[in-house]
């Protein structure tokens, strides 16, 4: 057995370890602590300072809708073989013949193109039943071209007659944005869209537009009407809206207060909050159209709690 001494002396040493270490770990503690509270009163008279610069703000988006146009069905005057010139869509004149029965010759009553296909929604496909309602568009199919060859009954028909000239007209739903809605505005209110990425912009009249949410349903005039658009009623394209001038700013820049947007401005020393107009853009970023100026310097993350004077050095 060992003294009854040495064990006393054994336990004083551990707890004199402990003790050591406690305050050790005490005064690492502190020290952190007052470490991060000059560090976090150093970035708060220190804070990462950005300048505005001037840019160009142009915003595009899809738009995937459907086409209307009027039309009238052919039909055969008579039994027969059918045989027609050409399986693609074409001008042709009042009059003309368009395709035969047993030879015998099959006119059109007014000039417009001609199409000997159909889709199955000839004389359903009318303005009165797809606007009105807020929903997904109705099932349809690209145009089944008929078959030379097809024996047909009289009153059959053997294609459909777009009567020309005519506009040409989309129904589409679109994102609502603040360019959107500037476009809308306009007291002659169109849409510049462009059919392919490098393609011209054309200018497409708005006809009747309306909305629900963040969703908005246009009618739009389209300000062409080849006759190839006729193999479907389907219609994309991309929609070019707003040009403004203003700044770019990374979002961190621009707080809500109260329902206004709010930005610091870098005055000498001073921090001053100004309100700003504008909207999200893309990527993380704020386009500001009103409140500030290129070349003004802001604070880049706006809400930390700013004591209102900085030091730059």
């Not at 270490?21 to 560090?39: E, P, S």
């Amino acid at each position: 057995m060992e003294p009854e001494g040495r064990n006393a002396e054994g336990g004083n040493g551990l707890f004199g370890r402990l003790v050591y270490y406690a305050a050790f770990l005490l005064i690492f503690v502190g020290v952190g602590k007052v470490y991060l509270i000059w560090l976090e009163n150093y970035r708060l008279l220190h804070p990462e300072i950005i300048e505005a610069f001037a840019v160009g703000y142009i915003e595009e988006q899809p738009l995937n809708g459907i086409l209307l146009w009027d039309e009238q069905l052919v039909y055969a005057p008579r039994d027969g073989v059918l045989t027609y010139l050409s399986p693609l869509p074409r001008r042709v004149s009042k009059g003309e013949v368009v395709a035969a029965l047993d030879g015998a010759a099959v006119k059109v009553p007014a000039p417009g193109y001609f199409f000997p296909a159909l889709d199955g929604q000839e004389g359903h496909w009318v303005y009165s039943r797809l606007w009105p309602e807020f929903a997904p568009f109705p099932f349809f199919r690209s145009a089944v071209l008929l078959e030379n060859g097809t024996q047909l009954r009289k009153g059959a028909p053997i294609g459909k007659l777009v009567p020309q000239p005519q506009f040409l007209r989309c129904i589409a739903y679109l994102d609502n944005s603040p360019s959107i809605a500037l476009s809308l505005r306009r007291k002659k209110a169109s849409l510049r869209i462009r059919l392919d990425p490098e393609g011209k912009e054309r200018e497409a009249e708005i006809v009747a537009v309306k909305s629900s949410g963040q969703k908005i349903k246009v009618c739009l005039r389209l300000p062409f009407f080849p006759a190839s658009v006729l193999h479907s009623r389907a219609f994309s394209c991309r929609v070019i809206a707003g040009d403004l001038q203003g700044v770019m700013l990374p979002d961190t820049a621009v707080v809500t207060r109260d329902g206004r947007n709010v930005v610091f401005l870098v005055q000498g020393s001073r921090v001053l909050s100004q309100d700003v107009e504008g909207f999200p853009a893309d990527n993380g970023h704020f386009f500001i159209t009103r409140g500030v100026a290129p070349g003004n310097k802001l604070i880049l993350h706006a809400d930390k709690n700013l004591s209102g004077v900085i030091r730059l050095w």
